[in-house]
């Protein structure tokens, strides 16, 4: 008999170390389970910050896009400006030349030519002072 309660015992705790086995290995694929969800939970409440982030991201991107562009249009508009004034400022220099040009040729001509053109103009004068007075209608 001693050898039958051997085997008795020797079954016993074979069955005794399977049920704590398979105990332990539900417990640790209920374990896992609660981990996995853990980490689905965690990965979604990261992607969703993560996409939020990226909208504000994308929020200040476009106000800084808009600010370059309207900074780029300003420029353009400060050069067509700019440009005009030059335009300008040629023009009244090409006056200013045409001023000084014809200044200097009239200071520059000689004493004869200016003697022969005052001549003419005391011709014309004499000329019209010659001519009979018209009467007067009453």
Do not use: K, Y
């Amino acid at each position: 008999m001693p050898q039958q309660s051997v085997a008795d015992t020797a079954l016993v705790v074979i069955a005794v170390a399977v049920s704590v086995q398979a105990m332990l290995i539900t417990g640790l694929c209920v374990a896992a389970f609660i981990a996995w969800r853990r980490v689905q939970t965690a990965l979604s409440f990261a992607t969703a910050d993560l996409h939020a982030r990226m909208d504000d991201l994308a929020e200040h991107v476009r106000s800084a896009s808009g600010r370059v562009d309207a900074v780029a249009s300003s420029i353009e508009r400060l050069a067509e400006d700019a440009e005009a004034v030059a335009i300008g400022a040629r023009r009244m220099a090409s006056a200013v030349s045409g001023a000084v040009s014809t200044a200097v040729h009239t200071a520059a001509t000689p004493p004869a030519l200016l003697a022969a053109a005052g001549r003419l103009l005391l011709s014309r004068w004499a000329r019209r002072r010659s001519r009979p007075v018209l009467p007067v209608h009453q």
